[in-house]
Each structure stands twice: as C-alpha cells, then as structure tokens.
C-alpha cells in the first residue's frame, strides 16, 4: 500500500466526518418558529388557536439551579367560545416546554 493514498484517504475521511458533525449538530437545534409550532401543538389539543408570537432571540433564563437558553413566546386559544391567554417558556436548544401559564385578566 502506498502511503500518500493511504493518508490522502485517512485525511478525506476525516474532512468528511467534520463536515457531517457540523451539520448535524446545526440541524439539531430548533428554529424559533418550530418551537413555536409545538407549543401551538401541544395547546391546540383543548382547543383552536387564535394567535400566537415567539421572541425570535433566545434569553438565558434560570429554573432550579440550572442555565437555560430559552425562546419566550405567547398563545392565545379558543376553548368553547372563550379565550384563553397562555406564555410559555421553551428551551432554545432542544424545543422542550420548560413553563406553559395560563394569563388571567
């Protein structure tokens, strides 16, 4: 075996592998407007939506001892001909809802 096209291949190999690992770990992570429409999913189950908004910035934010990256953002649904108004908290990195409060007037 000759060793220039054993440590050209070696070398490929490895640019191939980097490259891979970049793009996956991009497209892990949920854009704003897909965590958006979780929520809306998870909401939706009780009831039609009516409006909804996400900060597209995601803000660290701390829940029992732990850091977070998180996207804020609010729903409003209709449940029997009433409205309900509803924020949530969502971690930025996996799209988990980490809060869902229901607002009252």
Request: aromatic share 10%; charged share 20%; net charge neutral.
């Amino acid at each position: 075996m000759n060793w220039k096209t054993f440590l050209l291949g070696a070398a490929a190999g490895f640019a191939t592998g980097y490259a891979t690992k970049q793009i996956l770990n991009q497209s892990n992570t949920p854009s704003p407007d897909k965590v958006l429409a979780q929520v809306k999913e998870t909401v939706r189950k009780d009831g039609s939506i009516y409006g909804s908004w996400i900060l597209m910035k995601p803000e660290t934010y701390q829940k029992n001892d732990l850091d977070y990256q998180v996207y804020k953002g609010g729903i409003t649904r209709n449940t029997d001909g009433n409205r309900e108004q509803f924020e949530f908290i969502a971690d930025a990195t996996t799209g988990t809802i980490l809060e869902l409060n229901a607002q009252h007037d």
